[in-house]
C-alpha cells in the first residue's frame, strides 16, 4: 500500500513539473525533456532549503529586511545546455566580464530555465565618499562562452550591481537603469505571504510573487508522504 501511495505520489509530482514548465515555456531547447525535467526536479530542493532560510530571517526580523532573487538568464556555453546554471551570475554581480574562463569550474548540474538558486542579496562595492557605483565593464569575447554577450547581458550585470551596491549601502537594494532618465525599478521586501521575488533576467528584470509556486507547492506535496 505504502509503495503505490509513493508512486503515485511520484507521478503527481512529475506532472505537476511537467505542466508547469510547459505553461511558462521553461523547456531549455538543447536539453532532452526528461532530462530537463529532472534537472528542474532536482533544482528545485535547492530552491526549497533557500526559501527556508528566507522564511526564518524574514520570522526573525523586526523589520522589512529580507529580500529574495531569481536568476534566469541562461548560459550559451555547450549550446546552451547549461541553462541558468550554478554560479553564472557571478561575473553579473562583480562586473568580471574580461575574465578568462579557461578555468571556470562546470556549474554543478543543468538546471534548466528559471531554475537557478534564490539566495538573499548582499554584496559590497559602493564608493563611501560619493556613494557611486563603479562603471559599468563591457562583457567581452573571453566570458562570451559562459556569461553570454550584447546589449542585454550588459544591461542585465548593470541592474545586478545597482541592486548589491545600493544593498551594501543603504539596505536597501534599488535596481537603476542605464539612463539616468529612467526610473528604477522597486525592489520590495520578502514576505512569506507575498513571496515577492526579484527575477533577472534577460530580457528584463521584474518583482514576481512567488516565482514557480506550482512547482514549489508539488515539492512541498511530496514531501509530506510518509510524514
Known amino acids: 500500500e ?38 528542474a526536479i532536482c ?7 533557500c526559501r527556508a532560510l528566507a522564511e526564518a530571517h524574514c520570522a526573525g526580523s523586526t523589520a522589512d529586511d529580507t529580500f529574495v532573487y531569481l536568476f534566469t ?28 574562463t579557461a578555468y571556470l569550474p562546470c556549474p554543478f548540474s543543468r538546471l534548466g530555465r528559471l531554475t537557478s538558486i534564490y539566495d538573499c542579496a548582499d554584496a559590497s562595492g559602493r564608493n563611501a565618499d560619493d556613494q557611486s557605483v563603479h562603471p559599468d565593464p563591457t562583457p567581452s569575447s573571453k566570458l ?32 537603476c537603469a542605464d539612463s539616468s532618465t529612467a526610473p528604477e525599478t522597486m525592489w520590495l521586501p ?10 533577472f533576467a534577460t530580457d528584463g528584470s521584474a518583482l514576481v510573487p512567488d516565482p514557480l509556486g506550482d512547482q514549489r507547492k508539488a515539492m512541498a506535496e511530496a514531501k509530506t508522504f510518509g510524514s
Not at 150 to 175: K, N, Q
Not at 190 to 199: C, N, Q
Open 73 to 100: 538568464h541562461e548560459s550559451p556555453a555547450r549550446r546552451g545546455i547549461m541553462g541558468a546554471a550554478h554560479a553564472l551570475e557571478m561575473p553579473f554581480v562583480f562586473g568580471s566580464f574580461s575574465t578568462s
Open 43 to 49: 533544482a528545485e530542493t535547492w530552491h526549497s532549503n
Open 144 to 175: 562570451s562562452r559562459f556569461a553570454g554577450s550584447g546589449p542585454d547581458v550588459g544591461r542585465l550585470g548593470h541592474e545586478m550591481r545597482s541592486a548589491w551596491t545600493s544593498f551594501a549601502w543603504s539596505g536597501v537594494p534599488a535596481i
Open 2 to 39: 505504502d509503495a503505490r501511495r509513493q508512486l503515485s505520489a511520484t507521478r503527481r509530482l512529475i506532472a505537476s513539473f511537467k505542466a508547469s514548465r510547459q505553461s511558462l515555456g521553461l523547456q531549455t531547447p538543447a536539453t532532452d525533456p526528461n532530462v530537463d525535467l529532472f534537472d
Open 190 to 199: 520578502w514576505s512569506i505571504a507575498e513571496r515577492l521575488t526579484m527575477v
